[in-house]
């Protein structure tokens, strides 16, 4: 939440918590080997993951999550507009582009 929250731009987050969520190490530890390979400036990061900033973005999270309806029962838990069913998450699964397209407001 505090890389999403202070980079700011879906395209360096993303593939920063990618990396990490692929490496098989502790968070700490992951976060310092992805910033280190994709140059991202960690201290401010890793600052406000130990701050009250840090709970506070982390909670604002669990409370979205909290509030999905049906419950998210497993992740990734695809939502399209606010609405997630199983045979969208099938087509994200499988043909995610035709389901932005089909979809797509
Ligand atoms: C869904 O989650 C809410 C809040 O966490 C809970 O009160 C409710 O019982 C859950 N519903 C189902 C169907 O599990």
């Known amino acids: 939440?505090?890389?999403?929250?202070?980079?700011?731009?879906?395209?360096?987050?993303?593939?920063?918590?990618?990396?990490?969520?692929a490496k098989d190490t502790m968070p700490d530890k992951a976060a310092e080997k992805c910033a280190n390979a994709m140059k991202i400036d960690l201290a401010?990061?890793?600052?406000?993951?130990?701050?009250?900033?840090?709970?506070?973005?982390?909670?604002?999270?669990?409370?979205?999550?909290?509030?999905?309806?049906?419950n998210q029962t497993y992740v990734p838990w695809i939502t399209i507009n606010g609405v997630h069913t199983e045979k969208?998450?099938?087509?994200?699964?499988?043909?995610?582009?035709?389901?932005?397209c089909d979809t797509y407001k």
Do not use: W
């Not at 980079?7 to 593939?15: G, H, L, Q, R, S």
């Not at 969208?88 to 932005?100: G, T, V």
């Open 1 to 21: 939440t505090c890389a999403i929250n202070i980079i700011d731009d879906i395209n360096v987050y993303f593939p920063f918590i990618k990396c990490m969520e």
């Open 88 to 100: 969208m998450q099938d087509m994200a699964q499988k043909d995610l582009l035709s389901l932005i």
């Open 44 to 70: 401010p990061i890793m600052s406000c993951a130990n701050s009250d900033k840090g709970n506070l973005l982390e909670h604002e999270m669990a409370l979205k999550t909290e509030a999905l309806r049906p």
